[in-house]
Structures are given as C-alpha cells and as structure tokens.
C-alpha cells in the first residue's frame, strides 16, 4: 500500500491524468521533481498508465461496437437508464473489478441495443453465400484459362480443377 504522504503526492497528478489523459509539461517538471525521477521516466510512466487504460477499456468499448457506440451508449444511458441503474454501473466502473463491470454494462447494452440503438450486426455468412468475383465469372481470354490449365494445382487438386471447368464454362471470348 502507497503511504497516505506519498498517495497525497500524486493527487493532483491523478486529477489532471485523469481530466485530460495527459500531464502539462509543468506538470511532468513537477512530478519529477517531487518524485526525484528524470522527466523521461515520467513520461514513460505516462505512456505505461495510457497503454493500459486503453487495453483495459477495449472490452467495454467492444461490447458496445467500438468507441462510436460507446459514445452514443453513454449519451443514451443519461435518458434510457434509471438514476439507481446509473449509479450502479458507476459504482460497478470504480469498484475496480472488470468482470462485473462488463457484466453489468452488457445488461444495460443489451437493453441500449433492445431499443434499436447500436451499429447494426454484420452478417458474417455472407462472404460464404456467393463465389468470390473471379469464381463466378469466366475468363477474360484463352491465354488466362490456358495459365490456370497449365498450374500444377489443375493435375492434383479438383477443387482447383472445378474451379477452372466452372470458369470456362462461363467463357464468353
């Protein structure tokens, strides 16, 4: 545990940190000298508490399709959450257990997305519904199909050799 001097120390730090995601140069200047460190160390410091608060905010961005839906999930829970449901996912964000945040959060999101809100779901089959453009149309010219025909995949692999029949079935030149 950090002494209740030293925890007061970075107080000021934390507020500023925290307010705006960065410390001013004074700011750093100051830090270092408080803390007998370089200004570099600082910095990196810095950069370390960033990385960090990024990985951890990743999941709850996600959960609510990126940091655009995030936004917009905030700005709803203002008016489509409860003061008490408020406060509870406040309260959940700062206890400082991830897992029951996120697990909180995903109720109210799900009742965000319930309501019509949110990116709309990708329909991830639909890269395998359809033949890729140059499956589902024939060759260009005969020196194309014959490059295919020549590939030692047409000998020793039907799906290729399906592939390449289906195509010149498809010719038109």
Do not use: C, H
Not at 108 to 126: S, Y
Request: charged residues 25%.
């Amino acid at each position: 545990m950090i002494p209740p001097e030293v925890a007061a120390k970075f107080e000021p730090f934390n507020a500023e940190f925290t307010e705006t995601g960065t410390l001013s140069a004074e700011s750093v200047t100051k830090a270092a000298a408080d803390f007998g460190v370089t200004e570099d160390m600082v910095r990196q410091y810095l950069a370390g508490a960033t990385a960090e608060g990024a990985s951890s905010a990743a999941p709850f961005l996600e959960q609510a399709g990126g940091a655009e839906g995030y936004a917009e999930f905030q700005a709803w829970s203002a008016q489509g959450m409860t003061k008490a449901e408020q406060d509870s996912l406040n309260a959940a964000y700062k206890a400082g257990n991830p897992a029951a945040a996120l697990a909180l959060q995903q109720k109210f999101v799900d009742q965000w997305k319930a309501e019509g809100n949110g990116p709309a779901p990708r329909d991830l089959t639909a890269q395998n519904r359809s033949p890729s453009s140059s499956e589902n149309q024939g060759y260009a010219s005969l020196a194309e199909q014959k490059r295919d025909q020549a590939d030692p995949r047409y000998k020793s692999d039907e799906a290729f050799r399906n592939k390449v029949i289906n195509r010149i079935d498809k010719s038109t030149f």
